[in-house]
């Protein structure tokens, strides 16, 4: 065997442990959000455009 080459004959044999129980998993239904989101930004347009511009002219 050289470099890189590798026995055909252990790629035959691999077996794949794909034991999944449904139990295990997670229902999708437990993670339901009926509720609302608010945020307030706290910042006029103008002031964090010339955050950006800040941060534009330190890098």
Known sequence: MGFGSYDES???DQEIDADYDDDTGVSTGEADHDGDVEYEIGASN???LDRLQD???NT
């Open 46 to 48: 103008d002031e964090l």
């Open 10 to 12: 252990e790629q035959d």
């Open 55 to 57: 941060i534009k002219d």
